[in-house]
């Protein structure tokens, strides 16, 4: 019946949209969201997962959220191989010998000690790569020259990025030894960007490496000139043992159903290059930050909100996994999840994953985020890396859009600092974040589960 | 009497400023400035003084000037001591380890192999260390954090490089180990800025380096959390030998009065950490290919023009002193001089030191110049650091102003290079520097000489 359909429409009640509100005015005067990300990457900095810097990241992150006065405060073991950076050259040999900025694209094999020479064969993109003839690149070293182009929506990554991720492979099936790419980035900084790349099985392991965009740019005036260019690379990096970091989860627990919960988190592993500020401090930020304003208000919300620093993102999304895997039998009990992780751009839509009765109380949400310059996009949310794996198991999730314009100029690089945080763009992120975890806590019915992927 | 006066006063042909308005037009159409750097940076790359990018440059300038078909190509020897950048490493051991992006001085010292540690005294600028009472940097490495003011004329660069050229001596005077500088720049990228550093006579030479922008932030917020901070810091720069390079030069040989001649440089050498793209490729492609659009006019001009690619700028003016020592015998054959070497910005003014009466002269030639939005300034041009040299020996010079907003985000740093490059800017630099070179061959009287340098 009508009447029966309209009890299970979810619903939010004005004294809470009202709260909502007030939290976000709150937000937007408050800096401790910047503050957060100033000790994350003053007090630990880089923090690879694996390293030194992993291990200080998550006793920072326990204090953190004891020392802010979260409910309950736990970690949960996270286990995978590591990988070590070594030294890491490049230098064209001839015919114009000058050195090139390179970086080790991670789970790279190394070169020999002594470094790998040989001649370079360009192609334009993956593709390219793909389609040429068996054994043209033998001996040789593959430069795939394709550039990323710049969006709001961040939407050129995925195109460019592919060639990071299985580039090697592919040269190697065309008899190359050895692979660089331009930086997967929108910058003309010369600084390369690392990220993650995968060897197929059966396939020889290549050492792998990206290009600053002008030393790529310097390798395409080089090979223009018609003459052999004969590169020289020297990577060092290895596989290390197994380690066992761990997500660090902090709780705001609910008053009236403690355990059904939102999840709003981000990723508290970085790259080693940078400090972590854009990729994902912000996000450790704005989301410690928004339940902490909830956990101001005088009495707690119905349901738990959970803010999630998943560890090792960057390699695997194995955090985001271990934590799916553990909370498999409990799936129903979260709400509706949303990780932050595209930099500090200000937010400009919120799209959702949830069932259709549930999207003109989504509209509710996004009307008390207007005043912000959000607006409600579509029913299409990926709701971030760390929850692909929870998303797999049918939870509803939310995209809080940000402004990525920027974002890869920095992205995977040593430029990835403080000083590109933006506090008031920052700000507004939580201001969002903390609309959409009080309102979702405190919603009447629900946001659905049992999505398919995909 | 006023008619002996109006004989002497400089003035050009009608018929002059028409070909140099048509030279200046050619410029606005032609992209050899941009191949010349693009040949530059690709084919020689980094020419520190001394190292063998140096000498290959020397090699480059000459077969260019000859393959632009210049009347005359020699070079002439410049001598100088050589220093060489070894390994460069920083971290915080304590209370927040990490590493620091550094990079050394030019002529530092070493540091003992295994790194210097030692904690971090901080002071706001080069004033507050000399003002510090004696001993307060006992033991310590000293750390200077004041920061460059951007501007367009390039005025924020004075103020602040003081701490670079002054520092070591003046923190081991107060009996600092070594020390570090927030680095000479206006950028936030994470690339320090290199550049000479001197050290006084009879104090102790401690280890100078620079720390990339978000490094000194970095280590401000750490100091300003009260532990003491402790940095080890590792140089392996060490003074090589004696070398000798060349100044290269390219004549267009006057018609008229050939052993009177006109000035047009820039320097050769760069830093290594760049292609020295900005510093200074752009000035040899300005103004290479301001002479070589004389070179393809019907005749010679009356005067004779000289591209000067001064040796070792960056390491003591050492190809601008040879020239003026090499040439003392025959200063007044200089009928004046102008060295580009702020970049690639657009040129928005020019500024002459001639006599008096050659002022209104100028006036017509930036008439000229007005098209490109270039207008005249004043009578205290400097001429560029090359020229300080021939000055002091009474030489009148120009100088005209580039637009040198950004030239300091770049400057003496990895980010020095081709990209960096507007062509259009360039191709308004030369068609400035053609008007000029070809004008002041041309001209009626001259431009007076035996001025007195301050
Ligand atoms: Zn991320
Ligand atoms: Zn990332
Ligand atoms: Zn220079
Ligand atoms: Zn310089």
């Given at each position: 019946?009508?009447?029966?359909?309209?009890?299970?429409?979810?619903?939010?009640?004005e004294?809470?949209?009202?709260?909502?509100?007030?939290?976000?005015?709150?937000?937007?005067?408050?800096?401790?969201?910047?503050?957060?990300?100033?000790?994350l990457?003053?007090?630990?900095?880089?923090?690879?997962?694996?390293?030194?810097?992993?291990?200080?990241?998550?006793?920072?992150?326990?204090?953190?959220?004891?020392?802010?006065?979260?409910?309950?405060?736990?970690?949960?073991?996270?286990?995978?191989?590591?990988?070590?950076r070594?030294?890491?050259?490049?230098?064209?040999?001839?015919?114009y010998?000058?050195?090139?900025?390179?970086?080790?694209?991670?789970?790279?094999?190394?070169?020999?000690?002594?470094?790998?020479s040989?001649?370079?064969?360009?192609?334009?993109?993956?593709?390219?790569?793909?389609?040429?003839?068996?054994?043209?690149?033998?001996?040789?070293?593959?430069?795939?020259?394709?550039?990323?182009?710049?969006?709001?929506?961040?939407?050129?990554?995925?195109?460019?990025v592919?060639?990071?991720?299985?580039?090697?492979?592919?040269?190697?099936?065309?008899?190359?030894?050895?692979?660089?790419?331009?930086?997967?980035?929108?910058?003309?900084?010369?600084?390369?960007?690392?990220g993650?790349?995968?060897?197929?099985?059966g396939?020889?392991?290549?050492?792998?490496?990206?290009?600053?965009?002008?030393?790529?740019?310097?390798?395409?005036?080089?090979?223009?000139?018609?003459?052999?260019?004969?590169?020289?690379?020297?990577?060092?990096?290895?596989?290390?043992?197994?380690?066992?970091?761990?997500?660090?989860?902090?709780?705001?627990?609910?008053?009236?159903?403690?355990?059904?919960?939102?999840?709003?988190?981000?990723?508290l592993?970085?790259w080693?290059?940078?400090?972590?500020?854009?990729?994902d401090?912000?996000?450790?930020?704005?989301?410690?930050?928004?339940?902490?304003?909830?956990?101001?208000?005088?009495?707690?919300?119905?349901?738990?909100?959970?803010?999630?620093?998943?560890?090792?993102?960057?390699?695997?999304?194995?955090?985001?996994?271990?934590?799916?895997?553990?909370?498999?039998?409990?799936?129903?009990?979260?709400?509706?999840?949303?990780?932050?992780?595209?930099?500090?751009?200000?937010?400009?839509?919120?799209?959702?994953?949830?069932?259709?009765?549930?999207?003109?109380?989504?509209?509710?949400?996004?009307?008390?985020?207007?005043?912000?310059?959000?607006?409600?996009?579509?029913?299409?949310?990926?709701?971030?890396?760390?929850?692909?794996?929870?998303?797999?198991?049918?939870?509803?999730?939310?995209?809080?859009?940000?402004?990525?314009?920027?974002?890869?100029?920095?992205?995977?690089?040593?430029?990835?600092?403080?000083?590109?945080?933006?506090?008031?763009?920052?700000?507004?992120?939580?201001?969002?974040?903390?609309?959409?975890?009080?309102?979702?806590?405190?919603?009447?019915?629900?946001?659905?589960?049992?999505?398919?992927?995909?």
């Open positions: 019946s009508v009447s029966a359909m309209a009890k299970q429409a979810p619903s939010f009640d004294a809470d949209l009202k709260v909502a509100a007030e939290l976000r005015d709150q937000a937007l005067n408050s800096s401790l969201d910047y503050e957060i990300v100033e000790s990457t003053t007090e630990v900095g880089p923090r690879m997962a694996g390293t030194p810097g992993d291990a200080a990241a998550v006793k920072w992150g326990v204090a953190k959220l004891k020392e802010l006065g979260f409910d309950k405060v736990w970690t949960e073991p996270v286990t995978f191989t590591t990988w070590k070594g030294v890491e050259m490049a230098e064209v040999i001839a015919p010998p000058q050195p090139l900025v390179i970086t080790a694209l991670g789970f790279s094999v190394a070169t020999p000690e002594d470094g790998l040989a001649e370079i064969i360009q192609f334009d993109d993956l593709d390219a790569l793909k389609n040429a003839p068996e054994g043209i690149a033998e001996g040789k070293i593959v430069f795939i020259k394709n550039r990323m182009e710049r969006a709001r929506d961040g939407s050129g990554y995925g195109p460019a592919a060639a990071r991720g299985q580039g090697a492979s592919q040269a190697a099936a065309k008899g190359a030894v050895g692979i660089l790419i331009r930086s997967i980035g929108t910058d003309s900084d010369r600084m390369a960007h690392t993650m790349m995968r060897y197929d099985e396939i020889k392991k290549i050492p792998a490496a990206a290009l600053s965009a002008p030393d790529a740019d310097l390798l395409e005036n080089m090979i223009r000139r018609g003459k052999p260019v004969t590169v020289k690379m020297t990577i060092g990096a290895k596989q290390g043992g197994e380690y066992t970091s761990h997500n660090v989860i902090g709780e705001v627990t609910g008053s009236e159903k403690p355990e059904e919960y939102v999840i709003i988190g981000a990723h592993d970085s080693d290059l940078g400090t972590g500020a854009l990729d401090g912000a996000g450790i930020g704005i989301t410690t930050a928004a339940a902490k304003l909830i956990l101001g208000l005088p009495e707690r919300p119905k349901r738990s909100i959970r803010v999630i620093m998943f560890a090792n993102e960057e390699q695997g999304l194995v955090g985001g996994k271990a934590y799916a895997e553990a909370h498999k039998d409990h799936i129903k009990n979260i709400i509706t999840a949303a990780e932050s992780d595209f930099g500090a751009g200000k937010i400009w839509r919120i799209d959702s994953k949830v069932k259709p009765e549930a999207i003109p109380a989504v509209k509710q949400m996004a009307e008390v985020m207007e005043p912000l310059g959000i607006s409600y996009g579509n029913n299409q949310a990926g709701g971030g890396p760390d929850l692909i794996p929870l998303r797999g198991k049918g939870i509803s999730v939310f995209s809080l859009r940000q402004d990525g314009t920027d974002y890869f100029d920095y992205h995977h690089t040593p430029n990835d600092t403080l000083d590109k945080i933006d506090p008031e763009a920052l700000r507004q992120n939580t201001a969002a974040y903390v609309i959409f975890a009080y309102l979702s806590a405190q919603m009447n019915g629900d946001f659905g589960t049992g999505f398919h992927q995909k």
